[in-house]
């Protein structure tokens, strides 16, 4: 069993940053593929950026250039770069735990990006 926590949502303006951060309960970073999700009002959750065991990264096409996921083994949490913020990044953010046939979800963080 896993359990993560995510912090760090808020209200931002257009342009602006935040970063996400998901503690996890445990060490799972080298066996587990770390995920954020997002999911806005009225549509379906989606991928938003993967981190893998070995540290490779893989980012939805709308983030790319402005997210960055990252993580420190050392305090169990994986983070989530947020820059140049557009309104259509609205949504709560999900951190996610996968390892076949294993996922673990966060309760989840809102952001909103509004002037």
């Known amino acids: 069993q896993v359990q993560l926590v995510e912090s760090g949502g808020d209200l931002v303006q257009p342009g602006g940053s935040l970063r996400l951060s998901c503690a996890a309960s445990?060490?799972?970073?080298?066996?587990?593929?770390m995920n954020w999700y997002r999911q806005a009002p009225g549509k379906q959750r989606e991928l938003v950026a993967t981190?893998?065991?070995?540290?490779?990264?893989s980012y939805a096409d709308s983030v790319k250039g402005r997210f960055t996921i990252s993580r420190d083994n050392a305090k169990n949490t994986v983070y989530l770069q947020m820059n140049s913020l557009k309104p259509e990044d609205t949504a709560v953010y999900y951190c996610?735990?996968?390892?076949?046939?294993?996922?673990?979800w966060g309760q989840g963080t809102q952001v909103t990006v509004s002037s």
């Open positions: 981190i893998t065991g070995d540290g490779s990264t």
């Open positions: 445990r060490n799972i970073f080298t066996i587990y593929v």
């Open positions: 996610n735990a996968h390892k076949y046939p294993y996922h673990y």
